[in-house]
Each structure stands twice: as structure tokens, then as C-alpha cells.
């Protein structure tokens, strides 16, 4: 049975990743939706140039309350909503696709979008279809690495990872995203005590891999809430950070500014942050990465660390949180049901289903180290 993706936001930043996938996909037929109707239709075309194959186009607000009629009217089986930002949005999306009984997934990172989805849970439920919040980065791809090696140690103290992207900018909806937080308090956990720390604040430098010295900032997650109770882990961090020194400095200085009242609004500051990063992307080395570092005790009781770094060149950095929804719905595609119920998407795919999804071993690679403290 072919599986009818639509994808809200199908021409934005993550959303034209998405649809470039699924466009040659077998066993898919895609639709894109929007509210410009040109930006729409150069994308329809576009696709379909690309394919070879027929790509249909909605234009309209998803977030509008006749979005169930559609959804039924077009046969629709499977949504991918990219169109953040997703601080402060509701869940209206996924509410007509209860409603219009399709299964849904966001590419969200929002902390509290992702980890309150479970309140449509029992209406989900009584639907028989799956709402499946966070299918990005994180928390997806990073359960979905720690899931991997997970067997290899008997309990799990800590585990800090991150991001650093290239100094390509995002969309503008995704800067002011990020920037949602910045200078407000972030709740992680330090030795299984509650820690706060603010946001884009206590700047530090981490060597990586090929991306030389990157600067990092407290950036508030999913995974925070939901690694605790996954993986017992009593230490639990975030950073993330630009591909250049200057976006971090930037971003620390928005967030004391927004923290002692000198600005109030983000988001003017973020179309102008955005403006300027747009400018300096040039000196770039198109090079980002995602890395996770987890400590505890192996099957013989010896220290244990894991250390993964996914590397993305050329700028292809986009694809890591966009991929996440392309792994899954490949994976629905061919048969794979999802239970019923609205939840984080954690445990819905694994690290070599991903990758598969992305096929672009020239960009992207992982690397894993274990060390068993005696070396």
C-alpha cells in the first residue's frame, strides 16, 4: 500500500530536505503544503523536475481547524510537520490528524512541545494512530545512538552531548527558535540533583574532531526530561553553538541583554542576528557536528566512556535533525507500524536505518570510541 506523506512546510529550510528524500522514495507519493502559493508551486515543480514523478501541492494553514477535511479529502496517511518555530505553538496539527485519523510526526526540539505531546495521548490512542513528537536530532537520533551501544554498559552515570553547526544559517523560524531561551533558565541535572543554567550562557571551548575548536552554550532539549528516566543517568547537558566563535559571543551577549532587561523582544534580534550571520557565512568551513559523550560502568564494573561524533561536511549539517522523519517514514513505507499513542519519538529507528535514510557516506560519517579507563 503506498503511503501518502504530506509535509507541512514542504518549500522551508528542514521541510525542502525532507520532500528531496521522499520525492524518490518508492512506495511514497508526496505532498507539500504551504501558504505561499508561489513559493509552493516553484516547489512542486521543482520536485517534480528532480523525480521525475508526480508531486502534488495544498496551499493553506495547516494550523487552520478545516486541516482534518483536507487531510481526508486527499487521502493522506502520514504528516511531517516541519513548519516551526515550535516554542509557544499549539498542537493543532496534530489535533486534525487525531481527528482525520492519520499518523504524525514534528520535527520539533522544543523541550516542552516535545516532551507535553503525551497530552493527546489517550485521544491518539482511542484513533489508532501515532503522534510522534521530537523526530529531529534530538531527542530521536540521540536515544537512537546511546540505544546502539546502551548494551555495553551495566548502568549509566552522565551523558552530555551537543551540537555545532556550520556557519551556514538556518531558516529565520529556527534562529528564533533557538534564541526562544535565551538568557531563561534551563533545568539539567547535576549528580541527580535538579541544576539550573541559562540559556546560550557559560560559553566553552570543545576540540572536535576535523571541526578544530568550536564555541558551545546551554541549549534547553528534550532529552534533559527524558534521558533520566531512559538511561538512568544522574548528569545530564546540552551545548550547542554556531560554526563561528562569533555567532556564540553573539548569542551570549543577546541573552545577558535579554536577562538584565536591555532587550525584551527576541525576535527582532533574531531577523538581525540572522541578517548578520547570513553575511559572515562565507567564512565558514561548511563543517557540523553532532556528539555525545556518555560515562558510567561496563559489564565487568570498570569505568566505561562512549564517545560519538557525527560529522557532516559541506554544509550538509541540515540533514542530521531533517532525516530523522525521512528514516521513519521509509521505514512505515515498508511496513513498519507505529503503536498508537502520542509521545516522544524515541525507539522508532536506529542509527543504521538513519544513516541509510541520509545515503551520503561522502558527507556525513559517524565515528564511536569507547575507552574502559584502564588504557
Known amino acids: 500500500m503506498t503511503l501518502r506523506v504530506l509535509v507541512v512546510g514542504g518549500y522551508g529550510n528542514f521541510g525542502s530536505i525532507v520532500c528531496r528524500h521522499l520525492v524518490l522514495a518508492p512506495g511514497i507519493e508526496l505532498v507539500i503544503s504551504g501558504r505561499d502559493p508561489h513559493k509552493l508551486q516553484r516547489k512542486v515543480d521543482e520536485l517534480k523536475s528532480q ?28 504528516v511531517i510537520h516541519t513548519g516551526g518555530p515550535f516554542q509557544g505553538q499549539s498542537y493543532a496539527v496534530a489535533q486534525s490528524c487525531i481527528d482525520a485519523g492519520v499518523n504524525y510526526c514534528d520535527l520539533s526540539d522544543c523541550r516542552t512541545f516535545v516532551n507535553g505531546v503525551s497530552v493527546l495521548d489517550a485521544q491518539a490512542r482511542q484513533a489508532g494512530v501515532a503522534i510522534l513528537s521530537g523526530c529531529s536530532s534530538v531527542p530521536t537520533l540521540s536515544s537512537a545512538i546511546i540505544d546502539q551501544y546502551r548494551y555495553r554498559f551495566t548502568r549509566i552515570d552522565s551523558i ?19 534564541l526562544a531561551y535565551a538568557g531563561k533558565p534551563i533545568k ?4 541527580g540533583q535538579v541544576h539550573e543554567v541559562l540559556g546560550w550562557q557559560d560559553l566553552t571551548l570543545r576540540k572536535m574532531p576535523e571541526l578544530g575548536t568550536r564555541v558551545l552554550a546551554n541549549v534547553d532539549v528534550p532529552d534533559m526530561d527524558i534521558f533520566a528516566g531512559r538511561y538512568g543517568a544522574h548528569t545530564l547537558s546540552f551545548k550547542a553553538g554556531a560554526g563561528l566563535k562569533l555567532g556564540g ?11 538584565w532587561g ?21 567564512f565558514g568551513d561548511g563543517k557540523s557536528a553532532m556528539y555525545i559523550d556518555v560515562k558510567g560502568l561496563g559489564a565487568e564494573g570498570q569505568p566505561l566512556s562512549l564517545a560519538v561524533q557525527l560529522t557532516a561536511l559541506n554544509d550538509k549539517g541540515p540533514e542530521i535533525p531533517s532525516c530523522a522523519a525521512v528514516a521513519l517514514a521509509l521505514k ?30 561522502a558527507n556525513l560519517s559517524l565515528a564511536v570510541h569507547f575507552s574502559d579507563g584502564q588504557g
Not at 551537543?162 to 538556518?170: C, D, L, T, V
Not at 539539567?188 to 549528580?191: D, P, S, T
Not at 553573539?250 to 545577558?256: D, I, K, T
Not at 499513542?341 to 524515541?346: E, I, S
Open 262 to 282: 536591555v532587550v525584551r523582544d527576541h525576535l527582532a534580534w533574531a531577523a538581525r542576528l540572522h541578517r548578520l550571520g547570513t553575511w559572515f557565512e562565507r
Open 160 to 178: 552530555e552531548h551537543g551540537i555545532s553547526s556550520s556557519a551556514k544559517m538556518p531558516g529565520l523560524s529556527t534562529v528564533e527558535g533557538v
Open 332 to 361: 512505515v513505507a515498508q511496513g513498519y507500524v507505529p503503536e498508537p499513542g502520542a509521545r516522544p519519538c524515541v525507539g522508532e529507528i536506529t542509527v543504521d536505518e538513519y544513516m541509510a535514510a541520509i545515503n551520503d557516506p
Open 249 to 259: 559571543v553573539a548569542n551570549c551577549l543577546l541573552a545577558q541583554a535579554l536577562r
Open 51 to 78: 523525480s521525475n514523478t508526480a508531486c502534488e501541492g495544498w496551499c493553506g494553514d495547516a494550523m487552520g481547524a478545516g486541516f482534518a477535511s483536507v487531510l481526508r479529502s486527499m487521502n493522506i496517511t502520514w
Open 188 to 191: 539539567q541535572l547535576r549528580h
